[in-house]
């Protein structure tokens, strides 16, 4: 038996350090990884996975403790088990992460049943590590469902997740902004589930009813455009006080009921499956063209670039031209 | 990309003081490693078992308490039992002198007092993990 395939069996069967080993190879993208990817995809494709995003300090980490605390009284079956992928942010500067959810998520550190890894974003800018599609699929494979991924703390645009989870829960906080914010593009269209947490404060009032109007608001130019009526569910929770966590479990159920019996599971997942083709096929085209291409014939471009002689765009057209 | 050390900074037993393990934390991170923090009061069993799932490089334990003689081999004993007996262990807070030599025979890497530069702390993990 190879090693590969000695490690993706491990995996298979629930060893705990063998899927770490494996997520950390992932992430430094070590030779032979590819080769377990290959085996486990086709044990993968059961977990329903849900993202929960939004800007820092909203309280995801602890709402997703919670959450997973819901999850496993919920789940009848013993072998049950839940996956989280917890990312913080890497520094542009250093390259070091400081990765602190697992701060929030304490009392699962020693649940068998859970299984938590700190990933550190490495660059990538949607909000979630590059790496975190394949850790997706071993997680899957070793029975992790659901899988959470909860992405770094997100401003308006790392919207990454989406192309991801199936389930989108963005996670507001009171007092972070008015009607014109609630109206802005981005974050807060890719939900699923509108959650604001720490409802236990005053402003969450005001915050709830100015996130409501907005969701009104999609709700009548979708009818008016498609006739078709998609509601978001908004949901109020206070994670620490535990509270709106079992509405939270049902509205999650709910859109994964949704998913089923309509096609749009198979839509977001054929939908996700193009966008990570897509970016793959874009790095291997990228290190295709590079690996055929004279480093010193590239630099002497980007000075005649950096002399205004040509263009970017007519350097591009070049470059292209000098590979075939 | 190369490979990134990753380190757990933790907290056994039962002291309520972070400041140092949170200012080490720091430091690591800004010498470019990833590392997991996972808060006050952890039983040795949470932090190995923590460990694992992050498989991590290295493991700092904070111990201002006085309790590091229960804590560190029981914490060293989880990680070999669950085959992680390469993690590189090491020690800060308040540890008397005379408990220095016992500690590293346990295979403890090494102990840091109240005082120690970080990047003293930073040097070691870079030489002792590769």
């Given at each position: 038996?190879?090693?590969?395939?000695?490690?993706?069996?491990?995996?298979?069967?629930?060893?705990?350090l063998?899927?770490?080993?494996?997520?950390?190879?992932?992430?430094?993208?070590?030779?032979?990884?590819?080769?377990?990817?290959?085996?486990?995809?086709?044990?993968?494709?059961?977990?329903?996975?849900?993202g929960?995003?939004?800007?820092?300090?909203?309280?995801k980490?602890?709402?997703?403790?919670?959450?997973?605390?819901?999850?496993?009284?919920?789940?009848?079956?013993?072998?049950?088990?839940?996956?989280?992928?917890?990312?913080?942010?890497?520094?542009?500067?250093?390259?070091?992460?400081?990765?602190?959810?697992?701060?929030?998520?304490?009392?699962?550190?020693?649940?068998?049943?859970?299984?938590?890894?700190?990933?550190?974003?490495?660059?990538?800018?949607?909000?979630?590590?590059?790496?975190?599609?394949?850790?997706?699929?071993a997680?899957?494979?070793?029975?992790?469902?659901?899988?959470?991924?909860?992405?770094?703390?997100a401003?308006?645009?790392?919207?990454?997740?989406?192309?991801?989870?199936?389930t989108?829960?963005?996670?507001?906080?009171?007092?972070?902004?008015?009607d014109?914010?609630?109206a802005?593009?981005?974050?807060?269209?890719?939900?699923?589930?509108?959650?604001?947490?720490?409802s236990?404060?005053?402003?969450?009032?005001?915050?709830?009813?100015?996130?409501?109007?907005?969701?009104?608001?999609?709700?009548e130019?979708?009818?008016?455009?498609?006739g078709?009526?998609?509601?978001?569910p908004?949901?109020?929770?206070?994670?620490?006080?535990?509270?709106?966590?079992?509405?939270?479990?049902?509205?999650?159920?709910?859109h994964?009921?949704?998913?089923?019996s309509?096609?749009?599971?198979?839509?977001?997942?054929?939908q996700?499956?193009?966008?990570?083709?897509?970016?793959?096929?874009?790095?291997?085209?990228?290190?295709?063209w590079?690996?055929?291409?004279?480093?010193?014939?590239?630099?002497?471009?980007?000075?005649?670039?950096?002399?205004?002689?040509?263009?970017?765009?007519?350097?591009?057209?070049?470059?292209l031209?000098?590979?075939? | 990309?190369?490979?990134?050390?990753?380190?757990?900074?933790?907290?056994?037993?039962?002291?309520?003081?972070?400041?140092?393990?949170?200012?080490?934390?720091?430091?690591?991170?800004?010498?470019?490693?990833?590392?997991?923090?996972?808060?006050?009061?952890?039983?040795?069993?949470?932090?190995?078992?923590?460990?694992?799932?992050?498989?991590?490089?290295?493991?700092?334990?904070?111990?201002?308490?006085?309790?590091?003689?229960?804590?560190?081999?029981?914490?060293?004993?989880?990680?070999?039992?669950?085959?992680?007996?390469?993690?590189?262990?090491?020690?800060?807070?308040?540890?008397?002198?005379?408990?220095?030599?016992?500690?590293?025979?346990?295979?403890?890497?090494?102990?840091?007092?109240?005082?120690?530069?970080?990047h003293?702390?930073?040097?070691?993990?870079?030489?002792?993990?590769?």
């Amino acid at each position: 038996m190879s090693h590969s395939q000695s490690i993706a069996d491990r995996v298979i069967q629930g060893d705990r350090l063998a899927l770490a080993r494996l997520i950390t190879h992932i992430e430094n993208h070590i030779e032979d990884t590819r080769q377990v990817l290959d085996m486990l995809y086709p044990r993968s494709g059961e977990a329903h996975i849900i993202g929960v995003t939004g800007p820092s300090g909203t309280g995801k980490s602890t709402l997703v403790n919670v959450l997973t605390i819901e999850l496993l009284k919920s789940k009848s079956s013993e072998d049950s088990r839940i996956g989280i992928i917890a990312v913080d942010p890497t520094s542009p500067f250093t390259g070091g992460a400081l990765l602190g959810d697992r701060v929030r998520m304490q009392r699962h550190s020693q649940d068998s049943r859970v299984f938590i890894r700190s990933m550190a974003s490495r660059g990538a800018a949607g909000g979630i590590a590059r790496a975190a599609h394949d850790v997706v699929i071993a997680m899957d494979a070793a029975g992790y469902n659901p899988i959470i991924i909860e992405t770094v703390g997100a401003g308006q645009s790392e919207v990454a997740i989406a192309s991801l989870a199936h389930t989108t829960m963005v996670i507001e906080a009171p007092g972070l902004g008015d009607d014109v914010q609630a109206a802005k593009a981005g974050l807060l269209e890719i939900a699923d589930i509108l959650v604001v947490n720490k409802s236990d404060k005053p402003a969450a009032e005001t915050t709830t009813a100015s996130l409501r109007r907005m969701l009104k608001f999609t709700e009548e130019i979708q009818e008016q455009e498609s006739g078709v009526q998609c509601k978001v569910p908004l949901i109020n929770t206070s994670a620490i006080n535990h509270a709106g966590v079992d509405q939270l479990v049902e509205a999650i159920t709910a859109h994964q009921a949704y998913l089923r019996s309509s096609d749009m599971r198979k839509k977001s997942n054929l939908q996700r499956l193009r966008n990570q083709l897509d970016t793959m096929l874009r790095d291997a085209l990228f290190a295709q063209w590079q690996s055929g291409f004279d480093q010193k014939a590239y630099d002497a471009i980007i000075l005649q670039v950096m002399r205004r002689e040509v263009s970017p765009y007519q350097a591009v057209e070049m470059l292209l031209r000098q590979a075939h | 990309m190369s490979k990134k050390l990753r380190v757990l900074i933790a907290k056994p037993g039962l002291d309520g003081h972070d400041r140092g393990a949170k200012v080490i934390a720091r430091a690591l991170r800004d010498a470019g490693m990833e590392v997991i923090y996972t808060g006050l009061r952890q039983t040795p069993e949470m932090i190995a078992s923590a460990a694992l799932q992050e498989d991590v490089d290295a493991v700092g334990l904070s111990i201002l308490s006085g309790a590091h003689m229960t804590l560190v081999p029981r914490v060293i004993d989880l990680l070999t039992n669950n085959g992680q007996e390469n993690v590189q262990v090491f020690v800060g807070g308040i540890i008397p002198e005379d408990d220095i030599k016992p500690l590293k025979k346990l295979g403890v890497r090494a102990v840091f007092g109240p005082g120690t530069p970080t990047h003293d702390v930073v040097d070691l993990l870079w030489k002792t993990i590769d």
